[in-house]
RNA sequence: GGGGCUGUGGGGUAGCCUGGUAGCCUUUCAGGUUUGGGACCUGACGACCCCGGUUCAAAUCCGGGCAGCCCCA
């Protein structure tokens, strides 16, 4: 084998997806796959450095948008997961138990977290009072244990992830479905705006809820094999847990209430994943500007010009956070291994161009070349940094709107689906009574009804794809993950 | 959840069928020559997933465990 072929990414992104996002974990240094446990992987600092700043971003837009951070314990009481039902019999099979301390049996098991909504409401109900302590809104960075599924992925699907969680109490129903579609909006500014990933929020049908919840909304992005990967999801969970938890509030008219609540996840390790798929191409990663671990890379070609490299950086610094690569590497490794890394812009620094006062600038949002005058370069940069991310996403949200497809009945819907899209049809019910028709696709087509859109307001007319009832609603199916 | 495949230096592999000397490429490290799209020379470090069994002898055969990949539900 060559040695270009064994260094670079070899599999091709749109042929044989799964080879190729496992080359790009292992060579672009996000994880490293071989800790000995199952679905537990060692996070690298160039998937950290993003993620960190991805992190960042989100608690920023939670924050200005009255979300209090937290940090709570990783360990949750076996009393505290048994208090509500649906929630026990839905993550009781997922948890990780600790049972014991030294020698000792523990008195009572405590949970690793498979989620924190039982932590925070007991204090919740120590903290809550009054109608004007409402909306009462929370959030924590945490990392989660779940031991969900045989199949785990890095970043997609792993049995302990990084999540934010937010946690909030309302007055009302309504207040809470406010919260919600805060929530998709928090997701569309961050997610979508500086990520660069494009998604639709859906309602979940009944059947397929938060245990717990109400009302489940949750956003699918896409893969190129054609699966959906459920990323942000915000729950309605009404007051069966405010009862459970006696989280109460004494209203304007004097009378004591359970509150509302609501809770929002978005997974910073899965939504990096959804980054690196939406944007990365054949040669490797290609990091949006906001969140790349490194903006700027100077590739002195000739040592003669490493002085003016250091100048260079000086000046550029201020607008963009920039490395000089001094190591002893050929020029053509230099550029492949960058690109490959994902970093956005590259200066290469020659003496061909250095006697013109000019310098090479490669810019990875379209893979191009420009000659710059070595006056221009804050200028150039700072232009390509307005640019960068806007160009992503015109091209990812061009991708993804392509791959949504209108079908009538099944049989379209088996077409559409084979070749990788998403179909959008007719649908008689999301509630309890539509769960056979969801049931005929799953068993025919081994794909899901991922639910409805709260966006799109369409009348709906005519039969359901399915079975003979009339349509109720316009629902999307995909393969998932 | 069911099934299949795989596990050899940091990475990729040969050897396994037919038991007996662990070979190659690459990375890393040291030194030198190089540098406009994956350079080269010299030298060095470094491995048979774990536990048990069969055997004079196990990377190799058998059993179990752990881990990874793929397919199906």
Redesign the pocket.
Known sequence: ?S??S???ITAKKNENF??WF?QVVQKCELAD??Y????FLVFQPWSVLAMEKMYDYMEKNLQKKGHKPYWFPTLIPESNLKKESEHLSGFTPEVFWISSSGKDKLDEPLALRPTSETAFYQMFSLWIRSYKDLPFKTYQRANIFRYDT?????FLRSREFHWIETHCAHESEKNALQQVKEDMKTTKEVMHDIFGVPFIFFERPQWDKFPGASRTFAADALNPDGKVIQQPSTHMISQEFSKAFDVKFKDKDGKDKYSFMTCYGPAISRIFASVVITHGDDKGLKFPWEIAPIQTVIVP???KLNKKAEKIKKEIEKIVNVEIDYS??????K???W??KGIPIRI???????KKGKV?I?RRDLDK?IVVSEKSIVKEISKISREFTKNLIKKADRVFDNRIKEVKDIKEMEKAIKEGLVAKCRFCSTQADGIKCAEVIE?NI?AEVRGTRLDEKTKVSGKCAICDKKASVIVYIAKSY
């Open positions: 084998m040695k270009k064994e260094e670079g799964s080879e496992t796959l071989r000995n446990i199952k679905g045989k199949a785990t992925r890095p070609i000739d040592a002893d590497k050929r020029p053509g490794e550029f492949n291994y690109e490959m290469d620094l020659g003496l061909q161009d250095s090479t490669f070349k068993k081994g």
